[in-house]
């Protein structure tokens, strides 16, 4: 087969016009892989668990930073001020599209030392003289995992359980400050288990009685249609590897 003379004045315009399209396509696919994936997530979350874990990312996805945008506060994905959200909710978030990573569940939990003091705790009134570590929980947050509603579960399995008043009390508004506490060996507190994980793995923290809460799920959270679903995959797998 030959071209025709027709044929022949084209090809050339016509293949400096596909190449000069393919190298568009190929910049922009790299620039948008080579941007920060813009990823929000709670204090607690990011400062305990993901920073931790980030050396695993880079390891394996080097050319994809991310920017950890640590925070509390609600952050709105359809206005793409993030890319991703990592929601830990009680219910699938209805926010886009919605992947769940793990659960988590709160026991008491305290350092060992605590325990080494000649007062074992077996049962729900061995709390009495004991420190009670408080988080602050937002309204809106459903059963949230309090000492109140722990002492409240206590007494289907106990007949005698101290009320608040018999227990001394430390109080905090940011959940970090509570672990930290609760690490620092100052009392006990009602932690996720996921937030803590390598203080459970390391010894650091054990649990002081064997009656925990139910907690939340952890969702990995984003727009649907996004731009960058490539990208949110790759993290959505590597969040799936890592504990």
Partial sequence: MTMTDAGARLFPVIRDGLEAFAAAIAAVKS????????????????????????????????????EVIGTDAVMDL??????????????????????????????????PHLLSSGRPLKRAADLRGQVLIHQHWPPFVPEAPTWERWLTAARNRWRDVPQLNEMGHLSFREELHAIDAVIAGQGIGICSDVLVAQELASGALVRAFDLKLPGYGFYLVYRRG?????????????LQTVR
Avoid: M
Wanted: charged fraction near 30%; aromatic fraction near 12%.
């Fill in 31 to 66: 620039d948008s892989e080579s941007q920060p994936l813009r990823v929000t997530t709670t204090n607690a979350f990011a400062s305990r668990w993901l920073v931790q874990r980030l050396a695993g990312w880079r390891a394996r996805h080097a050319n994809v930073p991310l």
């Fill in 226 to 238: 996004h731009r960058r679903q490539r990208v949110i995959d790759y993290f959505y797998n590597w």
């Fill in 78 to 111: 359809d206005a793409g001020e993030v890319d991703v959200a990592i929601r830990n909710v009680r219910d699938t978030p209805k926010d886009g599209i919605a992947r769940e990573l793990f659960r988590d569940e709160f026991w008491p939990l305290c350092n």
